[in-house]
């Protein structure tokens, strides 16, 4: 499968952004989905994930409470809605497939990524 995110960009303390992630080569629907992200000069870090149905998510505890993860399997998206940005969100952001549906929380599961989009919150 491909995967391809898109929507970031740069913003201020406090605004909101939703990232978009579309799948190609495959059924949206026969996988987990989550995104990572990676700041400059630290290592990658799960954000969220979500099961196959859309019911089942999981959250970083850096993010619970202000991202919002969902999905679209009749149109192969998969989205995160980013309120209260913070600068320390600044980070490059990718999907992730993990090919268990039920997998959107086990973090070693994802095999197959997407390239990043940036995304810079300024204070």
């Known amino acids: 499968v491909q995967l391809q995110a898109s929507g970031g960009g740069v913003v201020q303390t406090g605004d909101s952004l939703t990232l978009s992630c579309k799948l190609s080569g495959g059924t949206l629907s026969s996988f987990a989905m989550g995104w990572f992200r990676q700041a400059p000069g630290r290592e990658r870090e799960f954000v969220a994930g979500i099961g196959w149905s859309g019911t089942m998510t999981a959250y970083a505890d850096s993010v619970k409470g202000r991202f919002t993860i969902s999905r679209d399997n009749a149109k192969n998206m998969v989205y995160l809605r980013m309120d209260s940005l913070r600068p320390g969100d600044t980070a490059d952001y990718s999907c992730?497939?993990?090919?268990?549906?039920?997998?959107?929380?086990?973090?070693?599961?994802?095999?197959?990524w997407g390239q990043g989009t940036l995304v810079t919150v300024s204070s």
């Open positions: 992730a497939a993990n090919p268990h549906p039920y997998g959107h929380h086990n973090i070693n599961g994802f095999t197959s």
